[in-house]
């Protein structure tokens, strides 16, 4: 009784959104265009209620890391990962998974990681 009683007058964890980013130096975007889809991107996690912490991949099919490489064991933890495509294709996506578009950034070079339905 006491533990419950204590956990209701707990001030609650508060989250903080944080968007980790990875191979952003590869990429050769502007300084600006960079800031301009990661506060895009951060308006729309917290616009959608997310407040912990997702993950920004810049790359493309020639880009010299791979995704398992960067981050291994991420994707089990359900945290969203994204990608800006900076060349013509998108870079490979781990086993199980593919890019979904998000068609609601100006650029249509902003991927999603979706997990494939079996």
């Known amino acids: ?8 007058l707990s001030p609650p964890k508060l989250q903080k959104l944080s968007i980790e980013s990875y191979g952003q130096d590869a990429c050769d975007l502007p300084i600006e265009q960079t800031a ?7 308006r729309s996690l917290l616009a959608a209620g997310y ?4 993950h920004m991949v810049w790359g493309s099919s020639g880009a010299d890391f791979t995704l398992d490489e960067v981050f291994p064991r991420k994707f089990k933890r359900h945290e969203p990962t994204f990608l ?3 060349g013509d294709r998108p870079m ?8 979904r ?3 609601e950034h100006p650029s249509l070079r902003l991927y999603q990681l979706e997990r494939k339905d079996n």
Not at 1 to 8: E, H, I, P, R, S
């Open 84 to 86: 800006y495509r900076c």
């Open 1 to 8: 009784m006491w533990k419950q009683l204590q956990t209701l």
């Open 92 to 99: 490979q996506p781990p086993n199980g998974f593919y890019w």
């Open 36 to 42: 301009d889809v990661m506060k895009w991107l951060g």
């Open 51 to 54: 407040e912990a912490k997702a």
């Open 101 to 103: 578009l998000m068609n």
